[in-house]
């Protein structure tokens, strides 16, 4: 909702609410429309002042103490002409560090953090990275995997686009200056003066001249080779590769050659070298170990393996200061190494990260810097004593974005492992997270009421009620086991109706006191509860495969029961009902359109898909918003419900899953690629110049 002098436009469908000033409202959400029960305040209260609210869907979307009086229709505004506007989450697979700034990947996005205070890092700039799609509607699957940071540019390796060259001269507003399309996958980044290094997987070392930074262009390239990491000195590039250590010259960088190499037990996943000596991390494939090796490189043409350590999980990065080396695992998160005797390697300290998978490292004094993978975001580590190494600072992204629900400039996301994730939406280009809770489930899906937020928590757990009237503090403060799960939860009044998910019933919960929440009635679906959308006293379930849409009454709330069903191609997962429609996300084979104007006999009326799946959607007007997994988002056009048409298609940063519409924008739950802001494309309204 979204209040504009005396209106709030709402979500949902075409309705507009007329709200005297002096008086309060409390939302109720209703279906995905919301109504406001007016409490009168001051002296307007002896007056008999109401609210009043025009209706478009059915009347028995608004409850009764909701007085319904004629007044100006203000459609909704349906968002057309989408383009990617705002970011948050994702992986974090890169850091770079120079001077009070952190350079770190987050998803799709190139991120930068005010480091400062060690304890506090701030987001002071963020830029989508460019990418290229195999054709309409591809969710993104490209990260920054590298960062090297020279001056006032910072060059990024991309997982799909080769390398992207960035100013960072305003921290607060960087933009892209080129892009090198490179085959494979870029995996990692040196720059050496006027020339960057690049490890672009099965397609070998690539070689940029990069003195024009506007103009960069490849100078030569090592084919058969196959690298991870990439470390660069003067005239000579080391590479760790599939199979070990590759040593290359690259004096004429036309013609590269390699002049030294060293088999390794596993494959080479990152490489630090200092003056003599190479530090390479390797992983257990090809019958290998998970380990740091230590080769003398003194000889170029012939490096040998002087000692080695041995790690508790896959190690992928390594940075050395001095005489210590700090290595990322994916399990232990940072170990930290005396190297003192190269011959004899020693862990002298460890500390445990909240990620899911320490990706890389970068050292500053006695400060590192750790890129945490899924979920883990930036983190700062002191590590001053290097046998107590200890968390000081953080950045947590998103995880994996499931589903969301946007009240205002706030918006709701279940981060599905991590529990529920509250962001700042306020700018749309710039959204970050103010607060989070941990669930003791799989957070699945959100609705919010007023102050509190109700969670589907996934298989084996239940619903929460979660106070959020502190958004940078919620708190759990009931709860209530279901006999399968929750998968989807929707809220009418004090009412909590929860499909529990594959096998399960839909749950009918009395959630008047939010500290005991009790189920009152239930009714067992055939097949799967999987999504569940209710319109006055009745609920409609998506219930998966095979057993379609399935309708219930629940005008009495212990005794809910099937009045009908209809079967629907496809995987059911979602469901909305505006008046007599049913628009339902059936998986696979897209958006169907079910007829609902007789309870007892819902029938098919078409169908929409074109490409990718149906996971969630959302209807504002005659505009579906249906959230596609791989293929993003799609608007669907359903002035005339007998032939819906597909009108476009918007990239995501991963598989979207989650969708809700605000007031000009759309609000996208995008899986492991995070939460994406869409909005108008700068032609129709105006954004940062980052996000041009």
């Known amino acids: 909702m979204q209040v504009v002098g005396d209106l709030a436009y709402v979500t949902g469908g075409n309705q507009a609410l007329s709200i005297p000033r002096p008086l309060s409202a409390t939302t109720i959400v209703v279906g995905r429309a919301l109504a406001l029960s007016c409490a009168m305040i001051g002296a307007n209260a002896a007056a008999g002042s109401a609210c009043s609210i025009r209706r478009t869907l059915a009347d028995s979307m608004v409850p009764s103490d909701v007085a319904a009086q004629d007044a100006p229709t203000a459609p909704i505004p349906e968002p057309r002409d989408l383009e990617p506007v705002g970011h948050i989450g994702g992986s974090t697979l890169a850091v770079g560090v120079q001077g009070d700034y952190a350079y770190f990947g987050m998803g799709p996005s190139f991120a930068i953090a005010d480091v400062r205070d060690a304890a506090n890092p701030v987001l002071v700039g963020r830029l989508r990275l460019r990418w290229t799609m195999s054709g309409p509607g591809s969710s993104s699957t490209w990260r920054a995997t590298s960062v090297d940071v020279v001056g006032t540019t910072a060059y990024v390796a991309t997982s799909d686009d080769g390398l992207q060259v960035i100013d960072v001269s305003d921290v607060r507003s960087p933009g892209i200056v080129a892009v090198v399309d ?6 990692a980044v040196r720059v050496v003066g006027t020339t960057a290094y690049v ?8 070689i940029v001249d990069v003195s024009d930074a506007a103009s960069p262009r490849i100078l030569g390239s090592v084919a058969q080779i196959y690298p991870n990491g990439v470390f660069a000195m003067d005239a000579t590039v080391y590479v760790a590769d599939d199979w070990g250590l590759k040593v290359i010259d690259v004096s004429n960088p036309a013609v590269p050659r390699i002049v030294g190499f060293l088999d390794t037990l596993g494959w080479a996943t990152g490489i630090h070298v200092e003056s003599t000596t190479a530090y390479v991390t390797t992983e257990n494939s090809r019958g290998g170990a998970d380990r740091l090796e230590v080769i003398d490189v003194s000889d170029a043409t012939a490096p040998e393996a002087v000692g080695s350590a041995d790690l508790s ?27 003192t005797d190269p011959a004899a390697p020693r862990i002298v300290g460890t500390v445990d990260l909240p990620g899911r998978g320490a990706q890389a490292v970068h050292v500053v004094g006695s400060t590192a810097y750790v890129a945490e993978g899924s979920g883990g975001g930036l983190t700062l580590i002191d590590a001053s004593d290097t046998a107590a190494p200890r968390i000081i600072g953080s950045m947590v992204t998103l995880g994996w974005a499931q589903a969301t629900h946007v009240v205002g400039t706030t918006a709701y996301v279940t981060d599905r492992r991590e529990g529920l994730q ?16 941990d669930t003791p489930g799989t957070a699945a899906a959100v609705q919010v009421v007023g102050t509190t937020a109700y969670v589907a928590d996934g298989p084996k757990s239940g619903l929460l009620v979660i106070d959020v009237s502190d958004p940078a503090a919620p708190r759990i403060v009931g709860s209530v086991d279901t006999p399968v799960g929750a998968s989807d939860v929707h809220v009418v009044g004090t009412t909590a109706y929860v499909a529990e998910g594959k096998g399960g019933s839909l749950l009918v919960i009395d959630a008047s006191d939010p500290a005991a929440p009790r189920i009152v009635g239930s009714v067992v679906i055939p097949g799967s ?48 009902v505006v008046g007599t429609t049913a628009y339902v996300a059936a998986g696979q084979d897209g958006l169907r359109l079910i007829d609902v104007s007789d309870a007892s006999a819902p029938r098919f009326v078409a169908a929409a898909n074109r490409r990718g799946s149906g996971e969630a959607l959302h209807v504002v007007g005659t505009t579906v918003y249906m959230a596609s997994g791989d293929s993003g988002v799609q608007v669907i056009e359903v002035s005339d419900p007998g032939t819906p048409r597909v009108v476009e298609y918007v990239v995501t940063s991963g598989p979207a899953s989650g969708v809700q519409v605000e007031v000009g924008a759309v609000y996208v739950a995008a899986g492991d690629g995070g939460f994406d802001v869409l909005g108008p494309r700068p032609s129709r309204i105006h954004l940062p110049a980052s996000f041009r």
Do not use: K, M
């Open 182 to 187: 490179l085959p494979g996958d870029a995996r």
């Open 199 to 206: 490890a672009s997987d099965d397609h070998g070392l690539q």
């Open 313 to 339: 999980a896959w190690a992928t990065d390594v940075n050395v200061v001095g005489t210590t080396a700090y290595v990322t695992d994916q399990r232990q998160g940072l170990q930290v190494f005396d190297v």
């Open 422 to 437: 509250v962001i700042d939406v306020s700018d749309p280009a710039l959204p970050h997270i103010v607060g989070s809770v």
């Open 529 to 576: 509860a999987v999504g569940v959308h209710v319109v006055g006293a009745t609920a409609y379930v998506a219930a998966g495969s095979e057993n379609g849409l399935q309708v219930i009454d629940v005008s009495d709330p212990n005794a809910p029961r099937i009045v009908g069903a209809t079967w629907v191609l496809g995987y059911c997962q979602d469901v909305q």
